[in-house]
Structures are given as structure tokens and as C-alpha cells.
């Protein structure tokens, strides 16, 4: 009787800590985000990894965050690569591993101040901050930049940096990332997966 | 001569009648951490989708919280009909119905994508299937779809917000940054504030004569007759507005980011 207890004992440890999932805990700062159907957009998005848990998405600080069983194996690429196919710009990323390891991602700096030299400037069609965010990361990503600078109210996009890098190689680039400018005109497939407050008038 | 001065005085009436009546900033109630989506009543009590705190709140005429539900995904512009709540579900693709004892169910629906905005008129009901980029219209128990992504008319970008009246059906195509307007088989009559320079048209709210417009990225509310012609804009004290309702003469504007009321009184 007593062996039978003891064995019972051990299959319900064994079934309880079997069963306690561990979770990996992911915080990612959204650049832009403000519009209550964009940011409850990308959290739809990322409902797409199965057993996503305790969600919390702050609009103003852009900040998202969320928990996601270890085992899953979740990896800062597929987190970045989530945001960025749903057409948000990501700004930092955490993830806390369950046994405490961090992993970490920042986004390219924008020089804090733009200078009148060597400044060029390019008009580009957008709506909101996360056009902003978009707009100025797609001219920071070519080498050579040093700044970019998107008004959203002129639509003015002021930028600095090696002369070298043309203004038609800056304007495909913000093309590629959906926004119309004064020289390249978006493709419509690219247009549409902008998320839906970027969709400025074409 | 005397018939004269009574046609002019009974025309010049007449006219003062029909004379729009401006809308003036009265108060502005600030709301305890509440980012309101959507407001109705129900049997005079005000109540509102608190789409960040997934529930629903309700308050008094100054603001305070009354009563809040809570375990709603994302409830967004929701709608009022015989004592019944009608809940989108952004977040869970799926219409709540809060009865008045508080019990919860579920409206059987064609599969949605995103409900952002339901009405509810008489036996007919519209849902702003967000995602989907149309409006399910249900009348006489059976679903109709009106339009389809694209910018033309007819067509939408992402609506979020629908109102059925007598005759019509009137859509917030807030991406397309317009209204648009539909008899009940589904045929598009109108498209109102395309001119407007409107940047994302979220909520809308309509009278017997008037149009009620958010304006969100631009902090604004358009105010049209059944026309679309622009009667008054009001920008005082607005800030990421994304619903409006007229409640005993005032307007009641919800400013999503400031989690407060701005209130106007003529």
C-alpha cells in the first residue's frame, strides 16, 4: 500500500512538473505607434505564434510586450522579422530568456541635429509617426547616411551624408518601404501592407 | 404692404429654423486611465469600450466610473438596442451581446476579421469588418456584403464605424479618410468629406439632419448635413478623437489619447 502511495506520489510530480510550462518574456518598443487599430493590429499579427500570453501593448510609449513558452524556441530574428512584415518600424528589443539570459536589439541611431551642410531634401508622402519611423529608417539603412528627418506636416524629408549616395538611390529606398516621394512612386503591392493609418492619399 | 411685412417676417423665421446652431467648448471630463473607443447609452446610463483596458466602463455625467465589465479582446465602437450591448470584439473576431442582467453572448456572424465598429436599427444590423474591408449588413435574417477593398467609391479601406438609419447606411471608411453612404441593398449613394482633407475618418455618428465626423490624426470633428456640406469643424480640446454622440443637447467627443470627455453645448 505504502509503495503504491509513493509511486503515485512521484507520477503526480513527475505529470505537475511536466505539464508547468517555463516562458521566455519579449518587450519590444514599436517606433510610431499610435493608432488603437494599428497597435491592437500588431498584436493580431502576433497572435500568429500559438500560445502567446500576458499581452500588454502601451500606444504612447509604443512598448509591447508578452510571454511565450520557452520550448517554442522563439528567436529575436523571427520577433524583428514579425514586426517589420507587419509593417512597423522596431525600435528596441528584450527578451528575458526563462533562465534569466537577456538577448537584445537596437535599432540604427538618427543623429540627434541635422546641419544646413551638405543637407539635401526629398517631399515623401505619409500620414503618421509610424510613417515617420518607416520613412527615416529606410534612409538610415543605405550606407553613407548620417541623418534623416521626415516632417510629417511639409512632408519635407531632410537628410545628411556621404555625397556619393544619390538622391534617386534615397528615394528608391523609400519607395521600397511604401512611401511615395517626388521621384519613385511605390509599388501598390507594397502600398497595401503598409499598416492602415499609413495609408496616405494616393 | 401689411401682408408684405408678415410674408417676410413668417419667411425670415422660417429661415432662422433651419439655421445651423455652432457648437461651443463647454468642459472637458478627464477619465480615469479609460482609452475610450466607443460610447453609447443604455437607459440613460453612458458607457464606453475601454479598448486598452479590454472592458467596458460605464460613468455619470461628470466622468466618474460607475461600473466596469471586464474580459472583452479589444471592444471597440460599440452600440446600444433595447437595454442590449452590442460588442465588437476586435481582438477576438467576434460580436458580445451584454444583456441587462449582465449575462454574455455571442451574435451569430459570417467569419470577421477585426469588428471595429455594429449598429443595430429596429431587426437590422451592420458590422464594420475591419480587416475584411467591408460591412455585413443583416436584414430580415439574412447577411448581405457591402464593398470590397480599393479607394473607389463603394469600395473601402479599413472601415471602422457603421450607422443604419431609416434609409441608409452610413460607413466611417476611416482609411480612405471619407463617409460613405448606402441604400440597404447595398448600392452606394454618396461620399461625404473626401474634400475634407480628413486624416482617418474613425468614428460617426448621425441625426435626423446632421453628420457627426471624428477626424483622428487630425484632431478634429466635421460636423455635415445629410449632404456632406461642411457646417462647422471643432478643434478645441480635441485630441485623437474616435467617437461622438449627442447626449441632452451636448455633444460628447472621446479623446483616445488623453482619456477624456470633451464636452459642447450650443
Keep these: ?36 487599430f494599428c497597435a491592437y493590429g500588431l498584436e493580431k499579427k502576433f497572435k500568429e505564434f500559438k500560445g502567446l500570453k500576458k499581452i500588454v501593448i502601451d500606444i504612447e510609449s509604443g512598448n509591447f510586450e508578452f510571454d511565450y513558452p520557452e520550448d517554442k524556441k522563439l528567436t529575436m530574428d523571427a520577433i524583428i522579422d514579425q514586426v517589420n512584415k507587419s509593417g512597423y518600424t522596431p525600435k528596441i528589443a528584450k527578451i528575458t530568456r526563462f533562465d534569466g539570459f537577456e ?100 | 404692404m401689411k401682408k408684405t411685412i408678415l410674408l417676410s417676417l413668417v419667411t425670415l423665421t422660417l429661415a432662422s429654423c433651419n439655421q445651423y446652431q455652432n457648437w461651443f467648448f463647454e468642459k472637458e471630463l478627464q477619465l480615469n486611465n479609460v482609452h475610450a473607443i466607443g460610447i453609447t447609452t443604455v437607459n440613460n446610463q453612458i458607457w464606453l469600450s475601454d479598448g486598452n483596458g479590454n472592458r467596458l466602463v460605464s460613468i455619470n455625467e ?23 450591448l452590442l460588442i465588437p470584439e476586435y481582438g477576438r473576431d467576434t460580436i458580445s451581446i451584454l444583456k441587462p442582467s449582465f449575462k454574455k ?22 458590422i464594420a469588418d475591419f480587416y475584411n474591408h467591408r460591412i455585413l449588413y443583416k436584414s430580415k435574417n439574412k447577411w448581405i456584403i457591402i464593398g470590397e477593398k480599393g479607394s473607389h467609391n463603394g469600395q473601402f ?76 469643424t471643432l478643434e478645441e480640446n480635441i485630441e485623437k478623437p474616435t467617437d461622438i454622440l449627442v447626449i441632452k443637447n451636448q455633444l460628447w467627443i472621446l479623446n483616445f489619447k488623453k482619456s477624456s470627455i470633451s464636452l459642447y453645448k450650443r
Design chain 2, 105 to 126: 453572448t455571442s451574435l451569430i456572424t459570417p467569419k470577421l476579421d477585426a469588428p471595429a465598429g455594429i449598429h443595430q436599427w429596429k431587426k437590422e444590423i451592420a
Design chain 2, 157 to 232: 479601406n479599413y472601415p471602422t464605424d457603421v450607422q443604419i438609419t431609416e434609409n441608409n447606411i452610413y460607413v466611417a471608411d476611416a482609411y480612405n479618410h471619407r463617409v460613405q453612404v448606402f441604400s440597404k441593398t447595398g448600392k452606394h449613394l454618396q461620399t461625404i468629406g473626401a474634400d475634407f482633407n480628413i486624416n482617418a475618418a474613425t468614428g460617426i455618428y448621425v441625426t435626423d439632419s446632421k453628420l457627426y465626423i471624428t477626424d483622428f490624426e487630425n484632431n478634429r470633428v466635421i460636423i455635415t448635413d445629410l449632404k456632406g456640406k461642411k457646417l462647422q
Design chain 1, 1 to 36: 500500500m505504502k509503495h503504491l502511495l509513493t509511486l503515485c506520489m512521484v507520477v503526480l510530480v513527475s505529470f505537475t512538473m511536466l505539464s508547468q510550462k517555463e516562458y521566455d518574456h519579449f518587450q519590444i518598443q514599436v517606433d510610431g505607434l499610435g493608432c488603437p
Design chain 1, 103 to 202: 538577448e537584445t536589439f537596437t535599432a540604427s541611431e538618427n543623429n540627434a541635429a541635422i546641419s544646413n551642410k551638405n543637407m539635401r531634401t526629398i517631399i515623401v508622402q505619409g500620414n503618421c509617426e509610424m510613417c515617420k519611423a518607416r520613412i527615416e529608417k529606410s534612409v538610415l539603412s543605405i550606407a553613407g547616411i548620417e541623418s534623416a528627418f521626415w516632417n510629417k506636416d511639409t512632408k519635407e524629408l531632410q537628410f545628411t551624408g556621404n555625397k556619393s549616395v544619390s538622391q534617386k538611390e534615397v528615394a528608391q529606398q523609400i519607395a521600397n518601404a511604401g512611401h511615395d516621394n517626388e521621384l519613385i512612386t511605390a509599388t501598390q503591392e507594397v502600398y497595401d501592407n503598409l499598416p492602415p493609418c499609413c495609408l496616405y492619399k494616393k
Design chain 2, 62 to 84: 461628470q466622468g466618474e466610473l460607475i461600473n466596469e465589465i471586464k474580459n472583452f479582446e479589444r471592444p471597440m465602437h460599440i452600440s446600444a438596442f433595447e437595454g442590449n
